[in-house]
Structure formats: C-alpha cells, structure tokens
C-alpha cells in the first residue's frame, strides 16, 4: 500500500504532457517585428543624409569593364585592336570615405559577395591634389592588385584604364564606374 501511495505521490508531482503545453504556450517568447534592411538599403540611408556632409565621390555605382587586345603586325607595321570580352554592369559597388588619418581616401565595397553579411574592400581610392585625378588600387580575392588612373570629370561616371604589356601585345582594362546613387539630381534635391 505505501508503495502505491509513493506511486501516485510521483504521478501527481510531475505534470502531463497537456499541462507541460500549456506552460510552454504561455511562456513561448515571440518572434520580435522589427523592420530589417539589406546592405544596400543601408548604404542609401547613409547617402541619403545631408548632401554636404559627404564628398561627390562617394556613392553606389554599377561598374563594367572593356578587355581589349591591342597588337602590331610586324609586316605592315599596322595596329589592330579587338575586344577579348565586354563586362556591362558585372559588379555593384558603394565607394566610401576611409577612416581619418587612413593612408587612402575612399574605400570600396563590394555588394554583390557571395558570403552573407561579408563585405569585403576590393579597391582602394587616393585622390590628387587637383581634386579631379584619381588612383585606384583593385584588390583581386587572390590578393593580386591593380593600379588605373582614374577621371572623376562628371558627379555620373569614374572612368580609368590599366595596360599590360605581354610581348608584342598590349592588353588594356577599361573599368567604367556610372553612379546609380545619389544621383547629381538627388543632391540637388536636398540642400
């Protein structure tokens, strides 16, 4: 009998399934609502601020590239140049300035990598004292770099070209950086 008093003693002190259930239900903790923004979204809020409060440079831009092959015949002594392959709108970008003190001016940013929440600088921008001259330093994921002479003549397009010889033949790397945020009109638009 008193072992089956002891039985029901410890039937009674642990609960059902059902009241376990129940329990958790009540305590169960919600799934926060919060508004969530990708980087992308992020990058235009940090653009869309005030329009003197960062340089013309800095923005999010659509970059292509034009490979050309450029080589002398040796008879005739003429230059042929044909294109090996035309990239358009291949990479997104956002160009930032750099830290303070930094021994580059802008960085840029991939926003297209392929690692969720990575973002890695794949060049880096020094201005010249002119203001309009630019030298940018590609980064490629091999840690190899790049070094164009760039143009920064209109707030829409960075241009600049890199040349490599290989024996007889020149090949040369167009890279075309059109800003598709904040447009010159949208900095217009907010004194």
Not at 11 to 37: D, H, M
Not at 107 to 117: F, L, P, R
Not at 177 to 191: E, G, R, S, V
Request: contains cysteine; aromatic residues 14%.
């Amino acid at each position: 009998m008193k072992f089956l008093i002891t039985i029901l003693f410890c039937v009674g002190l642990f609960p059902t399934s059902e009241v376990l259930a129940q329990a958790k239900s009540k305590y169960r903790l919600k799934k926060p609502v919060y508004e969530e923004v990708d980087f992308e979204e992020m990058i235009r809020r940090y653009f869309g601020k005030h329009s003197g409060s960062y340089n013309s440079l800095e923005g999010i831009y659509s970059v292509s590239c034009i490979i050309t092959k450029t080589s002398v015949n040796f008879l005739t002594g003429r230059e042929s140049v044909r294109v090996v392959e035309r990239k358009d709108n291949y990479a997104r970008v956002a160009i930032m300035k750099d830290w303070p003190g930094s021994k580059r001016d802008f960085i840029e940013v991939t926003m297209s990598y392929h690692i969720a929440n990575k973002y890695p600088i794949v060049g880096e921008f020094t201005a010249l004292a002119e203001g309009k001259g630019i030298l940018y330093k590609h980064i490629e994921p091999d840690g190899s770099t790049f070094s164009y002479s760039m143009i920064f003549d209109s707030s829409e397009l960075l241009e600049g070209e890199f040349s490599d010889m290989h024996k007889r033949k020149t090949i040369t790397y167009k890279l075309s950086y059109l800003k598709i945020y904040p447009k010159a009109t949208d900095m217009a638009m907010n004194p």
